[in-house]
């Protein structure tokens, strides 16, 4: 019956609907020895940590009452999911969570690796594999309490297949975090046109627009794939100072936490008045008034 099981999971991610998206893969490859220099090609990731780190940490203090001064995410089991050379690895290790980064960049995982090896700490902590998120959904079905994709989803193949697994592989009231750019004129503009072409923040070529998501179509894949979107915060770089900040406005970066219904979610929904039974009390309540 568990052979069978696997089976049925595993058939609807074949090969032919991967989201991995090869020609993405050969342009990250070109860089791969280029993640920890912080003044190159990525300097603008490593910036994002000033606001994507605390956003996770405290979004995830904020959900739990056990608090570890020091190792504020100790015993949380974190998936990041293109993790690259280990950016947002790295940080998250050091708050004290089981980290577990994947990448389909063979290259990208050795630099990842190696780096983390300098670290005794990390290297306890974070264990790296070259995969998709489609190879790892048959051995991790519920395995993390998180996942991280962040500056990812604009590179995959097949937004709703790796929003699918997301679901597989995260436990019930698991939280999802991704960081994305929208789908605007600006973001062609300032995304594309100015960061790629004029200024050289991120190589050229790294963003295609048409890939580009909008928080509402993200949040309608999330929705109806079994998550409830909790926050969509507007996030802003500013080339001037190399730092990143939050803004009201979605128009460019955002920054988006879901939460996966769980077994708890499920069953009180089944308790929960319909709303025929509101409306029909509200009219017994307008007759007995």
Same mark, same amino acid.
């Given at each position: 019956q568990l052979s069978l099981f696997r089976f049925t999971v595993k058939r609807p991610f074949s090969t032919s609907h991967s989201s991995v998206d090869s020609k993405e893969m050969k342009k990250f490859q070109l860089l791969a020895h280029k993640w920890w220099d912080e003044e190159g090609e990525y300097a603008a990731l490593h910036s994002m940590n000033d606001i994507r780190v605390p956003f996770i940490r405290d979004t995830l203090l904020s959900m739990s009452s056990n608090y570890h001064p020091g190792n504020p995410l100790s015993g949380i089991k974190i998936l990041d999911v293109g993790c690259g050379g280990g950016l947002l690895c790295e940080p998250l290790g050091r708050l004290g969570a089981s980290v577990t980064g994947i990448d389909p960049v063979e290259d990208n995982i050795r630099t990842a690796d190696r780096h983390k090896s300098f670290d005794p700490v990390l290297a306890k902590r974070i264990r790296y594999k070259s995969s998709s998120l489609e190879e790892i959904v048959e051995e991790s079905m519920e395995t993390f309490d998180v996942i991280v994709a962040s500056e990812v989803v604009e590179h995959v193949a097949d937004l709703e297949t790796f929003i699918k697994c997301c679901s597989q592989v995260l436990k019930p009231e698991g939280s999802l975090f991704i960081t994305t750019?929208?789908? !605007?004129? /600006?973001? =062609? *503009? /300032?995304g594309i046109v100015v960061a790629e072409k004029i200024m050289g923040i991120v190589p050229e070529g790294t963003h295609e627009w048409e890939k580009f998501v909008p928080p509402e179509e993200l949040e309608r894949l999330l929705e109806s794939n079994g998550f409830s979107v909790?926050? *969509?915060? $507007?996030?802003? =770089?500013n080339p001037l100072s190399g730092s990143w900040g939050w803004m009201e406005? !979605?128009?460019?970066? =955002?920054? /988006? @936490? #879901?939460?996966?219904? $769980?077994?708890?979610?499920?069953? @009180? #929904?089944t308790d929960a008045p319909s709303e025929t039974d509101i409306q029909q009390r509200s009219a017994t309540a307008g007759t007995a008034g």
């Open positions: 750019v929208n789908k !605007t004129q /600006l973001s =062609y *503009v /300032l909790r926050t *969509v915060n $507007g996030m802003l =770089y406005s !979605t128009s460019l970066n =955002y920054a /988006l @936490h #879901a939460v996966k219904s $769980g077994a708890r979610a499920r069953s @009180h #929904a």
